[in-house]
């Protein structure tokens, strides 16, 4: 047994099914082992390190499982990176594997040597390194486990070539460690249900291990037993199932009137599983002085930020069963007051409030695409202002149905979908991305025709960097615009160059057959929707002048 065979074979030992390379020649003994396992690990192959470790963030935000990535040094590694810092934003359990130069030049700046402790360090839970080949088990089996314990995250493992392929001896491989659950001390349930009690207007922010976790029906239950309105943490619309009568919106980078005046009413806040990122948390000025605030999250560092009234280190799921043990039943008023705002939420779902000025109105395509497809669908957006319209017309429902970067990389959705259609193989999962971010991973399309990924792309083409350009006419006016407009080819023609079948929409009436058709295609297809550049976004703030 190799080096290589022994990181397979603790790969394989605690449960890893789905692995993402790019080839490299410093790690082939690796290949060979996944090629001898192929009947147990699904192996895809991007055609950039992007593309690895974005679609086994998507992977692992999908199924609360670490996806293996396979990339190799300096170059392989620089380029995986963008999704290591997704993955360490959005708390998803990841592996990624990097071949390194042979330990005899380690030092020496040699041949694209990189030192991925310093390179790795702040964006990933923990970089290992094994000293021998005999040590390659047990150093894959410590970063699982760290991957997936607390607050779940990236873990780096690099592999010199001499290491990966050398004589690891009939080294036993450690089984997995299953993940400690965190429930809360009684006495932090208590308290916090007193503060609950004496709320009039409380409201949850549920975050990203509440799907982590597969906490949202301990969410609902929650809800229903205390009466809090719910809103969603950004790109975690999945939380609670939309419909849900406490369900409060999503809290995206735009918050408009009613948003606004029920964050203005609430006097207790309580973030569920959230870590209050800077949008979710208006740059941690969500939070007033005058409100309590009580904060659970697996990870204590976190806890410090935002100094709650109270804090206390739990998992989403055990803390909000013994939260909903512990409450008392809600009075009439409170239920009023959280009825109105899902109400509010309801009636700005709905199209037509947003009057646009080009022939296709996406708000009209979201409602449609929804209309179609099953309540499981997944749906991953890229980065970019086009994304608002999915994420303010499309209704979520229950489970793991969306997958988004918190931390705004672009290039995210693509190369995502292929982690998702390995996270739900027999589940729809559409990918909505905008020009700009198709330009930066769109390569990955060849990928799905090739391994027959049946992914559906819907690319918004508004023909602009499209937040960047409403932020530089809200700042100095139309003649301030540079840069910023985006030149973009027939997309369509393009993913038909690619080997899929592809339909341009340049009316709205055109969207329902076209999508109709991609979704009735067996394998990946793509629709692109050519949109006027003043339809940026269906938020005020953020429409083109």
Known sequence: MN?????????????????????????????RAAQRNANRIQLITPRHESGVTFAAEAYGKLTGRPAIGFVSRGPGATNASIGVHVAKQDSTPMLLVIGHVPTATKGREAFQEIDYHQMFGAIAKGVFEPESSAQVAEVTARALALATSGRPGPAIIVMPKDITEGDAGDC?????????????????????????????????????????????????????????????????????PNTHPAYAGHLEINRVAWQEEAFKDADLIIAVGARMDGITSLEFALVRPD?????????????????P??????????????????????????????????????????????????????????????????????????????????HRYYVFGPGRTQAGPMCGAMGYAVPGALGAVAARPNKQVIAFVGDGGIQMTGQ?????????????????????????????????????????????????????????????????????????????????????????????????????V
Request: charged share 20%; aromatic share 8%.
């Open 3 to 31: 080096g290589g065979d022994a990181l397979m074979e603790t790969l394989l030992a605690w449960g890893v099914d789905t692995a993402f390379s790019v080839p490299g020649e410093s790690y082939l003994p690796i290949l």
């Open 309 to 390: 009234t109270q804090a206390f280190v739990a998992d989403s799921g055990p803390a909000l069963t013994a939260l909903a043990d512990a409450v008392s039943k809600p009075t009439e008023a409170r239920l009023k007051w959280r009825n109105a705002i899902h109400a509010n939420y309801m009636r700005f779902v709905k199209p037509g409030e947003v009057t646009v000025k080009g022939p296709v109105d996406m708000a009209e395509c979201v409602v449609e695409a929804q209309r179609q497809l099953a309540e499981d669908a997944v749906i991953l957006t890229d980065s970019g202002t086009f994304a608002r319209w999915v």
């Open 291 to 307: 409100q309590a605030f009580i904060h659970i999250f697996p990870e204590p560092d976190v806890l410090t930020r935002l100094k």
């Open 172 to 240: 036993a491989v450690p089984g997995p460690i299953p993940r400690a659950v965190g429930a809360p001390a009684p006495q932090a349930v208590e308290a916090a249900a007193r503060l609950i009690d004496q709320a009039k207007h409380p409201m949850v922010i549920a975050g990203e291990m509440v799907t982590n976790e597969g906490a949202q029906s301990a969410l609902a239950r929650f809800a229903e037993a205390s009466g809090c309105a719910v809103s969603s943490a950004y790109r975690r619309q999945d939380a609670l």
């Open 444 to 544: 990955e399309l060849m990928t799905a025709v090739a391994q027959d990924l049946p992914i559906k792309v819907v690319v918004a083409d508004n023909q602009a960097w499209g937040s960047i350009l409403v932020s530089q006419q809200r700042r100095y006016g139309e003649e301030g615009v540079y840069g910023t407009r985006l030149a973009a080819p027939d997309f369509a023609a393009l993913a038909r160059a690619y080997g899929m079948p592809a339909w341009r929409v340049d009316a709205t009436d055109q969207f329902s057959s076209a999508f109709a058709e991609a979704l009735a295609h067996d394998g990946p297809a793509l629709i692109h929707l050519v949109l006027d550049d003043r339809d940026i976004s269906p938020f005020a703030a953020e429409q083109a």
